[in-house]
């Protein structure tokens, strides 16, 4: 089955730095892609959602970067700041067409944000 | 419009009891799910219905750990009985075809 792997684990970076964090994926067939947000007590907060067809997609503060063909999605946080301390996620469905399927998450990455 | 809602919030248990935990999806979706989300193994599929039928059991919980959707408006996690091993978060989630998953606020759950 789908095997997610994401780096790192843990992440701290100061105000104004950037945040890299990746995943990779198995399944070639993989057709949705995920980034979570989880804040402390908190359920999981979507922040993007990319579909096979999207490479880059830009929200508020962070751009997401998905290569297929290396099977890797990629969240950038640039010019981070202390409400971004969090615990990120990464989910992939391996379903397509007009399911969407059950998730499968990365073990997800906890970011600090030192002001 | 609301989201997913999940009862209770927290759940302290004695070994051996009992647990059952509730869910209710979004309006109108059809595909439900419940996680369990532990520090150490992250986030686990439990279970995983599509318009009321189970599409999907996680091997490892199927002894102890039952979930069932009575109607397409409301789901229940039983753990029978329950163990020490079990104190984790549950997270109940519902989507649409092709519609991102929201997640309900998630049930902790202490077993003592």
């Known amino acids: 089955g789908e095997q997610v792997e994401q780096r790192p684990p843990h992440l701290s970076v100061r105000e104004g730095d950037s945040a890299f964090i990746t995943c990779t994926y198995t399944d070639p067939n993989s057709y949705y892609f995920f980034w979570y947000k989880q804040e402390p007590g908190a359920s999981l907060q979507l922040l993007m959602k990319?579909?096979?067809?999207?490479e880059i997609n830009e929200g508020q503060g962070f751009t997401v970067l998905l290569n297929k063909k290396d099977k890797r999605l990629s969240l950038n946080l640039t010019a981070a700041h202390p409400g971004d301390s969090a615990a990120y996620f990464c989910?992939?469905?391996?379903?397509?067409?007009?399911?969407?399927?059950?998730?499968?998450f990365g073990a997800g990455t906890q970011l600090i944000v030192i002001p | 419009d609301a989201g997913v809602t999940q009862t209770p919030r927290h759940e302290v248990a004695e070994k051996g009891q009992t647990i059952i935990l509730k869910c209710e999806p979004v309006s109108g979706h059809n595909d439900l799910f419940w996680y369990r989300q532990t520090k150490i193994q992250g986030l686990e599929l439990l279970s995983y219905?599509?318009?009321?039928?189970?599409?999907?059991d996680g091997g490892a919980f199927k002894d102890r750990f039952k979930a069932e959707m009575l109607n397409s408006s409301f789901s229940t996690l039983k753990i029978q009985p329950t163990e020490p091993k079990d104190s984790a978060v549950y997270l109940c989630?519902?989507?649409?075809?092709?519609?991102?998953?929201?997640f309900g606020k998630g049930t902790r759950l202490t077993v003592v």
């Open positions: 989630a519902s989507s649409s075809y092709r519609e991102e998953v929201f």
């Open positions: 990319v579909f096979s067809s999207t």
């Open positions: 989910a992939v469905s391996a379903l397509g067409g007009s399911a969407l399927g059950r998730l499968h």
């Open positions: 219905f599509r318009s009321k039928s189970l599409m999907e």
